[in-house]
């Protein structure tokens, strides 16, 4: 019984791949059920019916989109050379979801620093990352000018995470916007001096004054992917400070109101 079952499986099988036809498939989308007698240079020949002296006919290759043989292969025509480098093409894009990037040169407008950040593309295609980066800015150089109350020497740790959108997706040369929230925690020194009518001289001071900052910016990335895993990166954004508060002897001042701020950067990457 087993026997039985087994040949006739396998004799059916055989009599589905002998009679099995080949597929052409135009351009246009129609579709020509034959069996092809020869794939030459420009033009492929095939005949309609199963005997062999049924007439054969004609059709240029660049008519045609693909053909598919009774035993299961599929060749493409003019396409096929295409499709095999776009193969190539995504295979050498298929970039890490993970970017570290160190940015040696950053300006804000509250000062030059250095900057690290930490990307997490979230999704299959590409299109959305979370960024989380940390910025410094470098203490300024000051003189000890006699001016009252000369704020300088400013230092300020920047948390600001984001949101990354990219159009296009992941590619050789990317674009990106997306928004920003940014924390800012640091101090800066105040000098000042008084005149003393006790003594008729000037007494100088110095004191350092607590900052914080709060705000939301929305930036604009360009990425080269170098290689799969360097890339280098310029960004630039603009946004709005809502809060900037100052405290120093012990006493909460509120700087200023809602200001214009801004931020552009130089990054080297590392992707994995």
Known sequence: ??????LTILFSAIFIVANAQDVIIRRNGKIIECKVIEVGVDRVTYKLGKEETSANFIIRKNELSSIRFGSGETVYMNERQEAENEKNRRREMAF???LINFSPFKALDSGAGLGISYERIIDKQGYFGIIVPFTLVLPESYSSSFTYDNRSGTEVFYFSPGL???PAGQRRVTYAVGPNLFTGFGHRWVYGNYYDPRTGSYTNTEGKAKIFRFGLMVNNYINFQITPRFQLG???GLGSRYIE???????NNRMRGIELTGEFMFNLGLRF
């Open 1 to 6: 019984m087993i026997r039985a079952i087994t």
């Open 96 to 98: 890490g979801a993970n």
């Open 164 to 166: 990354k959108i990219y």
């Open 234 to 236: 310029l960004n630039a």
């Open 245 to 251: 508060n100052e405290k120093y002897l012990n006493v």
